[in-house]
């Protein structure tokens, strides 16, 4: 016996969880089986369909516009731009009210923590106050003890970068928050339950609440700013009343500014996608490996590609057979550890699917760590029906399909395109997937 | 993974041409130096540390881990005290993206705390001692089971277990059953009546091997199905013995879960031996293990081999199953539970997932497999931990941390429409009863309903 179901998807990021749920509107039982926790953690919550072109120019302010001039074998171009649009407009029905940017094609300009600007398609409603485009001018607040936001300094980038407003940053002390090595979720919970927590003011009466007294701090520094942007910390599970609670008590727009790793708006992002996959009753397996493959020999003809008839997954030792009729593989890529590398050779770990780089490792890189890197291209070339190809541009298995970083051709960080590449080819591959059910 | 065959990248083994340059002496112990080498900080693992989240003097699993590997390799480097906060739960592990084996360091570091730095006549020590060990002290409590079941319940009791010892006077102590599991088993007539029940049961279930011995399971049942809830281990003897297998139960000791979490290495050491030597055995007599709480299958599958050695370790690792899953790969379980009901027993339940079995990829199987029954319905109630962690939120110190982690739980459980609580975790139950006051069910119970009948046909089984 088997574990059983329709669509297997290997790998639970925004390419895994997009496929899942493609392939779920359709009348198939889907699964998805991760191992380990996606890199979403790492993301910066922002979708983005494209900053800049290979080529590197950019900002791009509509990047719709600059799909269609991309090279032979870049994921956008495998899957066509209609499929972007539809993979949006997928993910804003998913979405609701959490993301903003739906209104045009045009990217948003959005500040990071470094106070850089970043475009992108698509923005957390927490950033939306925040956006480099609107004028008005903007008080930025870190905290002693989360060195990550340094907020003068991010002030006066954003001012070089030529934004249309005034930029001020001030360093706080967080309320409640002593240890200078307090994690992320101890911020975004203590203003989610609005603990009671210790200040230095001697003369009140009773402890505020953290919510208060954040506000309490926050206001003696106030001008006469519009806006406040906060590192994306506000809040987890209850993030927009956090967020609403700030904007009450200062009486000004309150915006959060992405951060690096961990990322709170990413993990936000991930609990959206997946309280959208246990609605649409896709099943998830999490924390097991997928090991290795059977092929079905009674289906393979003498030159059509193998099919793929089942996975095993491996439980400590013990082996899990699942069983689907059609696969997507979104494992991510090299940092997501669907795309590893050895001393000799790239490889993708579960297929063995076929990776293009040049025989010798010293043309992997180049010297300059900010130049055109071959290795940031590193991935599954594929057919424009996602299947992954061999060396001889045949698919390697006619009912595997892949999606998301796992994918090669493009360098998703010098372009700014991650999520939407993920979200576009994670569509396509779902609901191919599911048509192609028998 | 033990660290004998820690591949030099983390998890994926390649051709074995490349001999990473020893840079340090060979470690006397274990050397967990591979797994602190893989981690790149990105601290996956602290975003999904339960004590972190509400207590920032805990500095979470990246410090515990790693960060305290390293620094622990100048010698003059105390382990730092915060590891006794971490409450085992592991959810770093299944955090982690680069395979690093924190749950293994954090055991390894408190084991070496509390053998080198903890004082050994400490109130601490002594009640630390006495909460790990439960398995010894429980049969005494269960052959007077109604008188020790009402001294437990004296609040004065609690009042003295607080005030001499630390254990928290908010809890009631779990009741001792008045037959325990294998005095039942005994009873009813141990290996044999399950020989004879399984080949009727394959009689009529049509199958071909009517006299093979291929269907046979050898029951770890641990602790508390033992002495506190017989009930959910004759659930798993009558539904294993439906599908027609043969049920062993060997001798066993615990499986050192509670130990693990305690830093009493020597004690789960000794546990681990007896439950190696014996479930190896059975496994020599063509049995495959399987466990019904997901702690015990946790403690078989990945931190036998991890910290012991043992002849058979790996063999038993490898062919322990939870009880759920086991007949699920091994079963048509869904498609035998098609159409069955269970009555007016059941309803919908509200289902916390325990996190050692979400760390064995068990998170998403009861929601599963209940689905299948008539009127039954098992809503999730979200990834938190239920914040007891086994003997953790029974410690005085920790009662408030442990409520404050279990906040989110209970909340989702009042939300939820279903008035009864479901889970494969001893000490989850507690705490989800503790908090809500809601009746707890094992999955196995409803299983037993829904294959087997109602609970006063299966006494009469």
């Known amino acids: 016996m088997a574990i059983e179901d329709d669509v297997l998807v290997i790998g639970g990021g925004i390419a895994g969880a997009t496929a899942a749920l493609a392939a779920a509107e359709r009348d198939v039982q889907v699964r998805i089986v991760s191992y380990k926790q996606s890199t979403l953690r790492n993301a910066s919550g922002l979708i983005d369909v494209l900053g800049y072109t290979p080529a590197g120019d950019g900002p791009l302010a509509d990047p719709f516009e600059a799909l269609a001039a991309l090279p032979e074998g870049h994921p956008y171009e495998r899957v066509g731009s209609e499929a972007v649009r539809e993979a949006l407009a997928f993910f804003d029905e998913i979405a609701g009210d959490a993301y903003q940017g739906s209104h045009t094609d045009a990217n948003a300009l959005v500040p990071t923590h470094g106070g850089t600007v970043k475009p992108t398609a698509r923005y957390p ?59 992320i979720t101890r911020y975004a919970h203590l203003l989610d339950h609005d603990e009671a927590v210790e200040t230095a003011d001697e003369t009140r009466a009773g402890e505020p609440t953290a919510r208060e007294a954040l506000a309490e701090t926050v206001r003696s520094h106030l001008a006469d700013e519009a806006r406040v942007g906060f590192p994306a910390i506000l809040g987890d599970d209850r993030a927009d009343a956090v967020r609403a609670d700030l904007a009450d008590r200062l009486g000004v727009d309150v915006f959060e500014v992405p951060m690096g790793p961990p990322s709170l708006p990413g993990m936000r992002l991930e609990d959206l996608l997946y309280e959208a996959l246990e609605a649409a009753g896709v099943r998830v397996t999490t924390g097991v490996p997928v090991v290795e493959y059977e092929t079905d020999d009674a289906e393979a003809s003498a030159t059509g590609p193998e099919r793929i008839d089942r996975v095993i997954v491996d439980r400590n030792g013990a ?120 | 993974m033990s660290d004998a065959e820690q ?14 340059i020893q840079v340090f002496p060979e470690a006397e112990e274990m050397d967990l130096r591979p797994g602190a080498d893989n981690c790149y900080k990105c601290s996956t693992c602290d975003t999904n540390c339960p004590v972190a989240e509400v207590d920032d003097e805990f500095p979470g699993p990246k410090f515990q881990g790693p960060e305290q590997w390293r620094l622990k390799r100048q010698d003059d480097q105390d382990v730092d005290d915060s590891v006794m906060k971490c409450s085992n739960c592991m959810r770093c592990d299944s955090a982690c993206p680069s395979d690093v084996p924190l749950s293994q360091m954090h055991n390894t570091a408190r084991g070496e705390y509390v053998e080198e730095q903890m004082e050994k006549l400490s109130r601490e020590y002594i009640r630390n001692r006495i909460l790990a060990n439960y398995r010894r002290l429980a049969p005494l409590g269960s052959m007077f089971p109604r008188t020790t079941n009402f001294v437990m319940g004296l609040s004065a009791t609690q009042w003295l277990g607080e005030k001499v010892l630390g254990i928290t006077g908010e809890r009631d102590f779990p009741e001792f059953a008045t037959e325990t599991f294998r005095e039942w088993w005994t009873k009813r007539g141990g290996n044999a009546t399950s020989k004879k029940r399984a080949q009727k049961a394959r009689a009529k279930r049509g199958d071909a091997q009517v006299r093979s011995d291929e269907k ?18 004759k659930a798993l003897v009558r539904v294993y013995e439906h599908f027609g297998y043969e049920i062993m139960v060997p001798d066993q000791h615990c499986s050192g ?7 009493m290495l020597e004690d789960a050491r000794r546990s681990a031996e007896t439950n190696v030597r014996e479930l190896r055995a059975a496994i020599a007599d063509g049995a495959d293990v ?30 322990t199953w939870d009880a759920v ?28 997932a325990p996190c050692h079995a979400r760390n064995q990829g068990l998170d998403g199987q009861t929601t599963d497999v209940l689905a299948a029954i008539d009127g039954v319905d098992a809503h999730d109630v979200g990834d938190s931990c239920s914040g007891i962690s086994g003997t953790y939120g029974w410690k005085a110190e920790n009662y408030e941390t442990s409520m404050k982690i279990g906040a989110e739980m209970f909340d989702h459980m009042e939300e939820s429409e279903a008035k009864t609580g479901l889970t494969e975790c001893p ?16 999955t196995l119970e409803v299983l037993e309903a829904a294959l087997v009948g109602d609970a006063t046909e299966a006494t009469a089984q």
């Open chain 2, 290 to 319: 399987v466990a019904s709480c997901s702690s015990c299958s946790m403690s078989l599958r990945q931190e036998y081999p991890e910290l012991f050695d043992f002849e058979g370790t790996e063999d038993v690792a490898e062919n």
């Open chain 2, 216 to 233: 046979r399971i050898a029951y770890f049942h641990g602790c508390y199905a033992n002495y506190n809830t017989p009930e959910v281990a």
């Open chain 2, 257 to 263: 879960t509670p130990m693990f979490a305690n830093g």
């Open chain 2, 427 to 442: 000490t989850c139950s507690m705490q989800m009863e503790h908090g809500t006051g809601y009746e707890i069910t094992h």
């Open chain 1, 125 to 183: 409603t927490s950033t939306a106050a925040g956006l480099a485009s609107d004028d008005r001018d903007a008080l930025l607040v870190g905290f002693e003890t989360l060195p990550d936001f340094e907020a003068p300094l991010a002030a006066s980038h954003l001012e070089a970068t030529g934004a249309p407003f005034a930029a001020r940053g001030v360093t706080v002390r967080f309320p409640g928050i002593v240890r200078d090595d307090a994690k």
């Open chain 2, 325 to 352: 899953e086991y007949l699920r790969v091994h079963e048509d379980l869904e498609g035998e539970l098609e159409d069955t009901s269970v009555g007016d027993e059941f309803d919908d339940f509200a289902y916390h």
């Open chain 1, 319 to 438: 082996e899990i057979p699942h069983r689907a009729d059609q696969y997507v593989l979104a494992t991510g890529g090299l940092v997501g550890k669907g795309v590893r590398s050895e001393r000799e050779r790239v490889f993708e770990p579960i297929f063995d699917c076929h990776v293009p780089h040049a025989a010798d490792r010293y043309d992997w890189f180049v010297d300059d760590v900010f130049g055109d890197q071959p290795y940031a291209r590193f991935g599954l070339p594929v057919d424009r029906d996602l299947r992954p190809l061999d060396a001889v541009d045949d698919p390697e298995f006619s009912n595997l399909r892949a999606a998301g970083a796992v994918l090669g051709g493009y360098d998703f960080a010098a372009e700014k395109s991650g999520s939407g590449v993920s979200l576009a080819t994670g569509y396509v591959a779902g609901r191919r997937a599911a048509e192609g059910c028998r």
């Open chain 2, 7 to 20: 591949p030099t990248d983390d998890g994926v083994s390649g051709d074995d041409e490349f001999e990473p």
